[in-house]
C-alpha cells in the first residue's frame, strides 16, 4: 500500500498493534510499509549487514538491539546500500549514526536515537525471532507500517477498503486560505 495514514489504520481495523512511541524518525522516507525480516544483535551488526545483502522487494528490517547504548547498529552505508537492494526501512530497538548522511538517503528509519561509536563485527545474531520491544511483537513475515505518527504491526497486509483519496494525492491536506504577501 503506497499511500496509507497509521491513525486511519487505526480507526479502520481491529487486529493490529501499536508500538509505544519511543522512536526517533531519519532518513528522507518518513512513510514506509512492508513484510517485516527480523534479526536480534547485541553491540553486533555483522547480521544486519548480512541481511542487507540479501535484495528484496519493500521488505522492513526489525532489529532488536536490545537498546543497548553501546554502539549505532546501522550507518550511512549500510542505509545506503540497504536502500540499494530494495528494503523499505529499519525499525531498530537501538542507536544510529551518520544521521546528517542517512537524512539525504530515501529510506525509512525508526530507531531510539543516534550515537556515533560503531558496532562491533563478532558474527553473532539471530534471524526470524519474534522481536518484543515497544510493548509490540515483531514476527518475521507479518507486516509493519510506519509514518510520522507512529508504527503499527498486522499478521495481515493491511489494504483500506475505500482508497480513492488516497491514491490522488497526500490524505487529508488541504489548503484553506493562501495569503501572498507582495515583496515589494
Known amino acids: 500500500m503506497k499511500f496509507f495514514n497509521t491513525a486511519d489504520l487505526c480507526d479502520?481495523?481491529?487486529?493490529?498493534?501499536?508500538?509505544?512511541?519511543?522512536f526517533s524518525q531519519y532518513g528522507r522516507k518518513k512513510k514506509f510499509c512492508g513484510k517485516m525480516r527480523t534479526v536480534?544483535?547485541?553491540?553486533?551488526?555483522?547480521?544486519?549487514?548480512?541481511l542487507i545483502e540479501k535484495k528484496v522487494n519493500g521488505d522492513v528490517m526489525v532489529i532488536d538491539g536490545n537498546a543497548?547504548?553501546?554502539?549505532?547498529?546501522?550507518?550511512?552505508?549500510l542505509a545506503r546500500k540497504a536502500f540499494n537492494n530494495g528494503w523499505s526501512g529499519f525499525i531498530i530497538n537501538g542507536y544510529i549514526?551518520?544521521?546528517?548522511?542517512i537524512n539525504d538517503i530515501e529510506i525509512g528509519i525508526k530507531a531510539i536515537g543516534s550515537l556515533p561509536r560503531k558496532s562491533e563485527k563478532k558474527d553473532i545474531g539471530?534471524?526470524?525471532?519474534?522481536?518484543?520491544?515497544?510493548?509490540?511483537?515483531?514476527?518475521?513475515?507479518?507486516?509493519?507500517?510506519?509514518?510520522?505518527?507512529?508504527?503499527?504491526?498486522?499478521?495481515?497486509?493491511?489494504?483500506?477498503?475505500?482508497?480513492?483519496?488516497?491514491?490522488q494525492s497526500i490524505p487529508y491536506i488541504k489548503l484553506t486560505g493562501v495569503k501572498k504577501y507582495d515583496d515589494t
Open 97 to 101: 549514526r551518520d544521521v546528517e548522511i
Open 40 to 50: 536480534s544483535v547485541l553491540d553486533d551488526n555483522s547480521y544486519v549487514k548480512k
Open 126 to 167: 539471530k534471524y526470524g525471532e519474534i522481536l518484543r520491544f515497544a510493548e509490540v511483537d515483531f514476527t518475521d513475515g507479518h507486516y509493519v507500517y510506519s509514518d510520522s505518527d507512529g508504527i503499527i504491526v498486522s499478521k495481515d497486509i493491511l489494504d483500506k477498503k475505500d482508497d480513492n483519496t488516497t491514491k
Open 12 to 22: 479502520e481495523f481491529d487486529n493490529i498493534q501499536i508500538a509505544k512511541p519511543i
Open 68 to 77: 543497548s547504548d553501546n554502539c549505532a547498529l546501522l550507518g550511512d552505508n
